[in-house]
């Protein structure tokens, strides 16, 4: 998109290096990656069969988990050179190039059982992150369906303030979740959410349509 903060050229030239970099599960902000990934497959609740999402899928290693659980899985990302790895590492499964900003694929045109997300959504800011919810909640889950996001985010803003002290020069400003705030604006659209740190710099959140 025009002038975008994070154009995708930024994350195709990632793109080769995305693996080795969140390998090394320590440090800002892929400190405990992978029990990360593995919060948001256990949070999703997911049984063999079910339809599931990964928007923002980069190299698709959230994907991967849900595939193995034995879920029908589609993996989506806006950069090409991601999309292009994920299909080359897990041909099985199939990757879509796209903005979840833009008009809904029509190769996505149906609804899913869980829609699931891992380090993506700090790209947006508060309002966009509420309104791209929001428009999945309502249009693309089944009745009974969940969101499951796994992103930078802490529990408050003095939590995020420590962190940033803390990290100095490694700090970089992005729209980081915090759940003191992000929690009430997701339930004032309507969305029942819910939160667990489950690293030093990231959390995992819960989300379902309704009260």
């Known amino acids: 998109m025009d002038d975008d903060l994070f154009p995708a050229s930024d994350f195709d030239a990632w793109a080769p290096t995305y693996d080795a970099d969140v390998a090394v599960g320590s440090g800002f902000p892929f400190d405990g990656y992978q029990k990360v990934l593995q919060a948001v497959l256990r949070k999703a609740e997911v049984s063999s069969g079910m339809r599931v999402l990964d928007l923002g899928a980069g190299t698709g290693n959230l994907t991967a988990l849900f595939a193995q659980a034995g879920c029908q899985v589609w993996g989506t990302d806006y950069s090409a050179e991601m999309v292009a790895l994920a299909r080359r590492k897990f041909p099985n499964i199939p990757f879509i190039q796209a903005d979840i900003r833009a008009p809904w694929t029509t190769a996505l045109s149906q609804s899913f059982d869980r829609i699931v997300s891992a380090y993506a959504f700090?790209?947006?800011?508060?309002?966009?992150?509420?309104?791209?919810?929001?428009?999945?909640?309502?249009?693309?889950?089944?009745?009974?369906?969940?969101?499951?996001?796994?992103?930078?985010?802490?529990?408050?803003?003095?939590?995020?303030?420590?962190?940033?002290?803390?990290?100095?020069?490694?700090?970089?400003?992005?729209?980081?979740?915090?759940?003191?705030?992000?929690?009430?604006?997701?339930?004032?659209?309507?969305?029942?959410?819910?939160?667990?740190?489950?690293?030093?710099?990231?959390?995992?959140?819960?989300?379902?349509?309704?009260?």
């Open 122 to 211: 700090h790209h947006f800011d508060q309002a966009e992150k509420v309104a791209i919810i929001n428009r999945l909640a309502r249009s693309h889950l089944v009745p009974g369906g969940r969101i499951v996001i796994a992103d930078i985010a802490f529990v408050d803003q003095h939590s995020m303030d420590a962190a940033a002290e803390s990290l100095g020069s490694e700090w970089e400003v992005e729209f980081y979740w915090v759940a003191s705030e992000d929690l009430p604006a997701l339930a004032e659209a309507g969305l029942q959410a819910r939160f667990k740190q489950i690293s030093p710099y990231a959390g995992v959140f819960t989300i379902q349509p309704g009260f």
